[in-house]
Structures are given as C-alpha cells and as structure tokens.
C-alpha cells in the first residue's frame, strides 16, 4: 500500500483534536461524500487577542485525509488569525514528514478548510466569492480556479499530472483537461513573470513537454497517469462534425440509451448541447438521488464511446454552474 | 527470513502457495531441469509430468480433452489471447459484447479495441446486485458480433453470472464464448464438456499455485490464433519454452482443488457467513454487496456507511488482518471501483466497501478474530465523521462549501 511516513501513520492511528469542539466561532466545511473525503475544521479564536486557542476536525477520508486534518489542527492552535493566513498546505505535508505525491490533495483540503475557517470567523463572504471569481474547473471534484491558482501557485505545479495528484481536478472524466490545461498554463506564465517560475520549467499550453520536469516540492516518484494523453488522442482521432451532426450523433445515443434508464423506472432527456457539454434532463427513479451523479457517469461514458472524444454529460438543472 | 503473521482473508487478490505444491515443483527447479523438448534425459521426466499437469487441469475444468488446455502466463494473458484470437478468426464480424464489471485485463483489452481499432463494444450493464442484464446481452446478440466475453465470477463481490446460459444464447448467433473463470475455477464444480463455452481463462495464483502461470481452455474444433509465435511449445498455440516448474505447480494445485472443491462449499462457505452475518448483526449501517443468492463460497464484500475503505484496511493491518478495498484512495484512483459504481451503490457506502475472501486455509479461530476487531475499527473511524453523530448518521447536517 501507500508508503506513509511514521507520523502520518501516527496522526492517523492516534490522531489529535478529533470530534466536535463546542464554542467554536469559526467553521470551514470542503470536499464531499461523492468524491471521497470531507472535512469539518472547528476553530476556536480569542477575539482581543485574534488568537486560534483551540481546534478541532471531523474528517471522512483515507488515513492521510484524516492524518493532514489533525496535523492542521495541531500547526494552527496557538497561531493568531493573520498567522495562520500564511500557512500553505506544503506546511501540513511537511509537518508529516511529507505525502505520497497522489495524496497531496489532502493537504490541499486541509488548507482549503482553514481558508474557510478563517473567513467564516472574520465574516468574509469566501465561499460565494470563490465560485464567482473563479469558474468551476473540475466538476466531478468540485475544483474551482481559485483553489487550483492556490495548488498551482503553492506547489509550483508544472504538469497536469501533478494538478490532478494535488486537486484531484481531471481525476475523473477528463473534460476538463482543456480548461486545466489552459488555466496551468496561465498561472505558469503569471508567475514566471513574478520571477517565481524560470521560464523553462513553466507549462506551456499544448506543451505536453513539460510533463517530464521532476516535481517540485513533493518527495517520491511521481506516477504519471497517461490521462493527458489518452484525453488528446481522443479528440485528434475524432471525425471532424458539424455542430449539427453531433446533436444529431448525441440524440441517437441518447435514445439508444432510454430503455435501459426505463427499465430501472427512470428517463433520459436531451436538453441542450454547448460545445463539449450536454445538458440532460433525468426523470423518475433516475432523479434527484446520490446515485444520479453514477447514472450521469455512465450516460456520460456511453456518449463518450459513441463519439470518440471527451464530453462532459450535466444535469440541465446546474447549468448555471456551467 | 520469516514472513509477516496474520490473518489474510484477501485470497481473491492471491493464495498461499500450498506446501505440497511447492513440494512437488522442487525438484525440476535443479536436477530435472532439462528441456521438455529436448531428446535427452534430463527433459524425459519433465514432459511426463508436464502431461499429468494438463490432465489435471483439464480434469478440474470437467474438460473432455487434455489438448483444449493451453499453459500461459496467467489470467490476464489467457483473457488477451482469447479475445483477440476471436477477432482474430472472424474478421467479418465488428462487434464484441463484455460486462460492465469485467477484470480490466478484459475490459480495458475491449476498450482498446473499441478506440483504436474500430470495433463497436456493448458493455452489458448490472443491476444493483450486480447482476447481469439478460435483456440487454440479448439484445446485443447478432451475427455481427465476434466474440462474447463475459466473466464466471466477479472478483469483487463474487457474484456468478449464468455463463453457461449466456454460451448457449452466443452459439445461436455463432458468436465464439469466452469466459475470465479466474476466480471461479477451484471454487464451482465446473463440467465444460457438457457446456457450449468456448475459451475459458485460469490463473495459478488464486488457487494456491504460484504466480505468473495460468491457462487457457480452448475448445476442441475452435479456430483459434495464437498470441505469441515462433516455438511449437503448447501446439503452435503458445510458444516460448514452457514455465515447466510453475506448470506442474499449477497441475498439483488443480488436483488439489478438486480433493478440496466440496470443503469450499462447505466449511469455507459456512465461514463465510459466519463473518458477513455477524458484522451485519454488530455493526449496522452497512450491506453486503453483489448477489447474495448466487456468488463464490469465499467472498463477501461489505460496504460500511459514511467511512472510507482505506482507513479501515490500515487499521485492520494494524491488527494483523488483512483484506482489501474497492475504494479510490487505495488503488490510486480517484473514484471508487468500477464495478461498485456499475452497480449503483451509493457514494455514501462505496467509498467503505471491504472485501473479506477467505480460502480452505481460514480457521473459524481467525474468523471469530475479526469478528470481534471490525466493530471497533468502524466505529473508531465514524466517530471522526462528519457525517456520523453519536451512533447515527447525519449526512444532512453536513453540507461542504463545495460538493
Ligand atoms: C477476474 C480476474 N481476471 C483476471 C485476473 C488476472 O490474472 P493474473 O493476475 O493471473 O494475470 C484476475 C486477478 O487479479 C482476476 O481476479
């Protein structure tokens, strides 16, 4: 299994500040069920002194989720609000004596919960504003830009590879890989104008080049899944089709795909098409349930079969996210 | 060296190498090392035993003829050779029909072949117990489809699909059967004279052979290509000088799990239960899943609620037990397994799903262990949950900034 430090092993067997803290007056919530870890961060601040006196954590995740969750607890208690501001989720790795590189998405949880402990304490409005200054990248991970640029910008990340090991964005259906790739490479490009990046290392859009720069930060052999790859290949070997015939190629296999979601007491319906999203209506037994997000999968990769390039299937109910 | 101690209830992932298996491999390692193909003597004994190895095999298979057992490298290169073989020798047709819960060393050769090489691919759904869709597979059956390949039993939750059947509908379209028996052989009586499957596929190592060897059943009269080329080893149909000492561990084996089929139906069966109904009883809040009514002797995996697998595998090693997993965060995905997700189980449960399989080499001591540790593990876990609270679950008080 994972090669886990002896502290990550120790925070996670015998973690500290675990449960409910009762008078806690700032509360950071991220990740969800569906993709596989959550955390609850319970911070409690001295309002004269803006000092963090205590904090505690109820995480839903693997053993590092749960160890980089304690560990932000014990890194944060004793810090003043405007210290804790500072702290970066390579401080939480690092406190563990480090992460396996597909893991660093925890520590990056944990720093995105502190953020929100902060802001729900200090009152800012962080939540909403992340989603509108920053569009939703990943959807099946519910990664926005401004957690990517934080990623990015945290860990001078250089590849896809490495934004999908520290975010999980692109992790799932790889519709994304276009948005990421061209969000990658801006941030690169910003920082290397900051002077924070050399101008060699920086990813550069369509530059799959940079995926053999080592990774910076993280220790270990990065394992670089092909997803990157697999995602162009997809979209060079597709047939060049007018807007048209890939409504038409859509609904097809839509219908096809209607007896199926029928016999299981549910439908399926084609609301709209934009480019690589198509907006989809579920009914019955199919709708509203967790499973929905499953069902959506497999239309999803139904579509993608048919197709042959990456399509990203949305309940027409979030388009507003799109 | 001594090895690690414990309870290993992860023999669908692989088996012990039985003692007198390896007792019986020892000696063709150093003195009757020699060639089976060579004229000498130091060959003369290995291809006698190398003949009672495929005899045994076929015997276990219930297969008619000795020559339908072809050696290879294991599961995933037996799954590989039939499939494309299949193609193969009926390059008319386009279209192959697999299941949406295969062994990716079948499902992810179909996907290949589907995306570079044209080929239009059904993928048969499950229900929510994880059984096949009849309607669907019957409705993807034509003339146009060359191979049917379609697993005995699921590695995951051990649910047995009616591959016999299935066979049977594939032959009225004249579409070549070929079934991944990997965790079935050695745990189902299996008779395939008496069945119209066409290729089956074995692996060693799940039935306490070692690793790397394994079979493939081809039946006699099918047309057949070979994968590898350039030796006359296994009739033209594999060549490369056979793993002779792995071959004739695997031929024990087999023998062995013939001696030991009814024990698997019976006492490991029977452990099995014990195990699933207790932590059904003690831990709440969780569910077997697959087909309860038709599945292996030795497997159950359990979903555990609103916990995720891997924490429960760390500590379960901690206390010397060992079982495995179909969450994201152990095999380096991201996303639970693709079978779970087939089947619909929620997020909420698939993310803690555990497979226990067990083997004739469980005790009831060892159950009766885990039996009493499990509970605890769950609940420890669950008391750092978000969406658990004091002994129930409250997934509706917890909604993250972003989900
Ligand atoms: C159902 C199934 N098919 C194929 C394989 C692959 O077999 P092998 O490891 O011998 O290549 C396995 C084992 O992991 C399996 O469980």
Redesign the pocket.
């Known amino acids: 299994m994972w090669n886990y430090t002896d502290k990550v092993k120790d925070y996670f067997f015998n973690p500290k500040n675990a449960g409910v803290l009762d008078g806690a007056n700032g509360v950071g919530e991220v990740g969800s069920i569906s993709c596989g870890d959550a955390l609850r961060l319970m911070i409690k601040v001295d309002p004269d002194t803006q000092v963090i006196t205590d904090a505690r954590f109820q995480t839903f995740g693997c053993g590092s989720a749960i160890a980089s969750s304690s560990a932000l607890t014990e890194i944060v208690i004793g810090k003043t609000i405007d210290e804790a501001r500072t702290i970066t989720n390579q401080d939480i790795a690092d406190f563990l004596g480090g992460l396996p590189p597909e893991k660093m998405h925890c520590s990056v949880m944990g720093h995105e919960a502190l953020i929100a402990a902060i802001a729900n304490f200090t009152g800012e409005e962080l939540a909403d504003d992340d989603h509108e200054e920053g569009a939703l990248i990943c959807k099946c991970f519910g990664v926005d830009e401004g957690m990517l640029d934080r990623a990015v910008r945290g860990n001078r990340l250089t590849t896809i590879e490495q934004v999908t090991a520290y975010t999980k964005a692109g992790g799932s259906c790889k519709t994304c890989f276009e948005k990421i790739e061209e969000k990658l490479a801006d941030i690169n490009a910003a920082m290397v104008a900051e002077g924070l990046l050399k101008a060699e290392e920086a990813y550069v859009y369509g530059g799959a080049a940079a995926a053999a720069a080592p990774a910076p930060a993280a220790s270990g052999l990065i394992q670089i899944s092909p997803l990157a790859e697999g995602a162009k290949k997809a979209q060079a070997a597709a047939p060049a089709m007018t807007n048209l015939q890939k409504i038409m190629v859509i609904q097809q296999a839509i219908e096809e795909l209607r007896p199926h979601l029928q016999a299981d007491g549910g439908d399926i319906e084609l609301v709209d098409v934009d480019g690589d999203s198509v907006f989809v209506k579920l009914v019955g037994a199919c709708a509203g349930c967790q499973m929905s997000a499953v069902t959506m999968q497999g239309v999803q990769q139904a579509l993608i079969d048919k197709i042959g390039r990456p399509l990203r299937v949305i309940p027409h109910e979030a388009r507003r996210f799109a | 060296m001594s090895g690690p101690t414990g309870i290993y209830l992860d023999n ?2 692989t088996t012990r190498v039985d003692p007198r298996v390896v007792e019986e491999m020892l000696p063709f390692f150093s003195e009757h090392f020699g060639n089976p193909s060579s004229i000498h003597s130091f060959g003369a004994e290995v291809g006698g035993k190398m003949r009672e190895a495929r005899a045994r095999v076929a015997a276990l298979l219930g297969a008619a003829h000795d020559t339908e057992i072809v050696f290879t490298s ?4 037996s ?1 590989n050779t039939a499939i494309l073989s299949a193609l193969k020798v009926a390059p008319d047709r386009r279209e192959i029909i697999t299941s949406a819960v295969e ?1 990716p ?2 499902l992810e050769v179909c996907r290949h072949l589907a995306k570079h090489e044209g080929y239009v691919l059904h993928i048969i759904p499950v229900d929510k117990q994880g059984r096949l869709d009849i309607d669907a597979y019957k409705a993807a059956l034509s003339p146009r489809v060359a191979v049917v390949s379609i ?1 005995w039993a ?2 995951e939750t051990g649910t047995i699909f009616p591959v016999e059947a299935l066979a049977d509908m594939a032959k009225e379209h004249g579409i070549l059967f070929h079934t ?1 028996a ?2 079935a052989v050695g745990k189902v009586p299996l008779r395939l004279a008496e069945t119209n499957i066409d290729m089956l ?1 074995l ?4 039935l306490h052979a070692p ?1 790397g060897v ?1 079979a493939l059943y081809v039946r006699r009269g099918i047309r057949f290509r070979p994968l590898l080329r350039g030796g006359h080893q296994e009739r033209e149909r594999r060549a490369g000088t056979e793993n002779t000492t792995a071959i004739i561990g695997l031929g024990k084996a087999a023998e062995l799990a013939l001696v030991h089929m009814d024990q698997e139906n019976t006492t490991v069966k029977a452990l099995r239960d014990k195990l699933e109904k207790a932590l059904l009883e003690t831990v709440g809040h969780c569910f077997v899943t697959g087909n309860v009514h038709d599945r292996l002797p030795n497997t159950t995996n359990i979903a555990f609620e609103y916990i995720e697998g891997e924490g429960i595998l760390l500590f379960l090693s901690r206390v010397g037990i060992a079982a495995s997993s179909g969450s994201a965060c152990t095999s380096g995905s991201l996303e639970p397994s693709h079978v779970l997700r087939a089947m619909d189980i929620p997020f909420t449960a698939a993310h803690g799903a555990i497979r226990f399989s067990l083997s004739r080499e469980t005790t009831e001591a060892e159950i009766d262990q885990v039996i009493a540790a499990v509970p605890e593990i769950i609940g420890r876990l669950r008391s750092l949950s978000p969406y658990w609270d004091n002994g129930a679950p409250r997934a509706e008080a917890f909604k993250p900034e972003y989900a």
Not at chain 2, 74 to 77: A, I, P, R, S, Y
Not at chain 2, 203 to 206: A, I, L
């Open positions: 669908n992932a294991g599961g995933t290169e799954n062994h060393a079948v697993m699921n590695n991944d990997v965790q596929s692996s060693g190592h799940k690793k394994g």
